[in-house]
């Protein structure tokens, strides 16, 4: 009986702590559902965490008709897409470097990235900005190429700055160091060039840290909020943190909020839940090793 | 350890290391020199005058300070004026025609001793404003983050039906971007029809009770610290897990045959054995929270007269509102000195442990 007891009184207080973790993101979604007179009238009770009998998706049909949402999404799920894709490069192959090539300074760098680990972006946001303002981008204008200078109001300054990153590159030189290297010396054998050895046997081995580096850098840019609000001004090259903090200063419905805050962390909450795994795992990775 | 294979191709290494290496060069490295180079110049973002070279002007704005006695208003036979607030002192204009050395400097923290009262004045007093409560801030959610990361920790560590659940909802705030969650807190915490009132007056029966938390100075701080406790917290509970999942299960077999509660055995096996992860999970809520700024440009935009106003919030303002990006960096570098400074606490922590 004593243990059984226990396990009840440990499940009633993970579930008290439970209820207090979800409700903020319960309320958000069961609001996005509701009419604005009916998120007031039940503030108190349990009823603000469910759909009530009136339920409608009005708040998200008004949203995409009053607000450039879905632009503010594609925009989200460029940026996202391009920095995962093009980081994971990037990052692990110079991880690859650091790990598998004999080079002069290859200490020195990998000194440096792990350096680098400890800055953070508010550090240098505020020259980066200046220095954003001052790099050409290349263009085609009648038919000729033409440099305009300022990265401002583009897609790309929110993914170029964020390709490479010191933490993605030190997790992959953790993880390569530890594949062994019989793998890497039988390809040699065999002939096999770096580039050989890099994507067809040293990446096919490292999909869990790909996987964690994946997430890593999706999640941040999904959330990038400070940034864009400095080099992005008009709608056309807007994510959608700055669009959803943008339309809570103008819209007085917390309805359409909630819905739009909904349509905004559904992406991520459902990456999350897929790869819960290697979330769990990577978080766990990245204490460790402190 | 075997020795690496034969030589590549410097053109191979160029290729791999590359383009990795000149990313960060211009997008870290660049940006990092070019803050301390700009925190000596009047540099602005768009600005139709040359560059000037200042020297240590912005460091002397940023950080001039001076202590400033004041004496209370006295009546002829010399006693000290009062009124229903206590002592009454003279206007900061009428101290400052009294004391013409700080004629450029503004109030930035008073305290009162007996009859006197010290002011701190600077000639940024918003700069030592928002470092108060940028330390205010870490102290306040330091303890509530990693006490509730810890606790939780423990919780979804028992044997029992539904922990893999539970851990998945304590950690969704996590997932939750930190202005989405700033905005739903903000509904909860509204004074009038916020769930958080709501809830104190149907639990007090008082139909007047209800703080307006984000309008008051002296809610607003601890409003922002509980919201990023709470969105934070599943993030060092893993962490934590990973941690109490690395603690060998004979230790407490063995503190359990020698007769030590659940109590002793938390205090002698379970706490030393997290000595890293504790060390780990500390230093990085307390960068975390160095770095606040999104709660507060969503929530208080700095606001509650000042006391919300953070370091990084500081710097953003001056350095991309009013695009004075030589002063902007200064604040930055002060903030990176403090971050160094955490980063070398943490070196010197970790190594004391491993020398014990």
Redesign the interface.
Known sequence: MKPFLR?AF??A???A??I???A??L??FASSFKHDDAI?AN??SWS?FIPDAGWSLANYAAIVERSNLPLFLLNSTLIAACVVVGGVL??S??A???S????RGRRA?LA??VA?M???F??????????V?RLPWPGIEQGALTWHIGWFNSLHVQI?????N?FC?FLFYQFFRDIP?EL??AA?MDGA???TL?FRIILPNSRPVIATAAIVLF?AA??Q??WP??VVQGEAARPV?PG??QF?GRSNS?GQ??AY?SV??LP??A???AF?RQ??AS??????K? | M?T???????L??A???G??????G???????L??AA?TFTD?R??SPEPTRYVGLENYARLLALQVVEVEPLRDAAGAALRDEDGIRFPTWRQTRRAHPGVAQYRPAWQVQVGERRFVLAATDPLFYRSLINTFLFALLVLPLQCGAALG?AL??N?R????VF????????V???????S??????LNTD???IN??L??VTGDPNVGPDWLGEPRYALPAIAIMSA?QGA??QM??????LQ?ISPELYEAATLMGANAWQRFVHVTLPGLR??I???LVSTL?LA??L??QV??MTQGGALDSTTTV?YH??RT??RQQD?GY??TI??V??GI??LV?VLQRVL?ARGDNA
Do not use: C
């Open positions: 396990a440990l499940v207080v993970m579930g702590l439970g207090v973790f979800a903020p993101l309320f958000m007031f503030l108190a603000a990037v990052n192959m110079l690859f470097a650091l598998r090539m004999r080079w760098v440096m990235v680098l400890i800055v953070p508010e550090v240098i946001a505020i020259p980066l900005l200046s220095l303002a170029i700055p964020f390709l490479a010191a590159v290297r890497d010396e040699r060039g770096p580039w890099f999640i999904w959330n909020y400070l609000i400095m943190q959803i903090q809570f917390w909020i909630m805050a905004v962390t991520v909450l990456v999350f839940l819960q979330f769990v978080v766990a990775g990245s204490g460790i402190g | 075997k690496l294979p034969g030589r590549d191709h410097p191979a290494i290729g791999f290391a383009p990795a290496l000149l990313l960060l211009l997008f870290m490295l660049v940006p990092l070019f803050a700009a540099h973002l768009v939780l919780l979804v028992q029992i039906a539904g922990r539970f851990r998945t909802v304590y950690f969704a705030p997932v939750t971007s930190m202005v989405v969650a905005i739903v807190w903000s509904f909860m029809r916020g769930m709501e809830l007056r149907a709470w599943g993030f893993l962490v934590f897990l990973a941690g690395s890293n992860t060390v780990f999970v960068l160095f770095g700024f999104t440009d969503v990084v710097a953003v350095g991309f990006i902007g960096s930055a570098m903030f990176f971050v160094l980063a970790l």
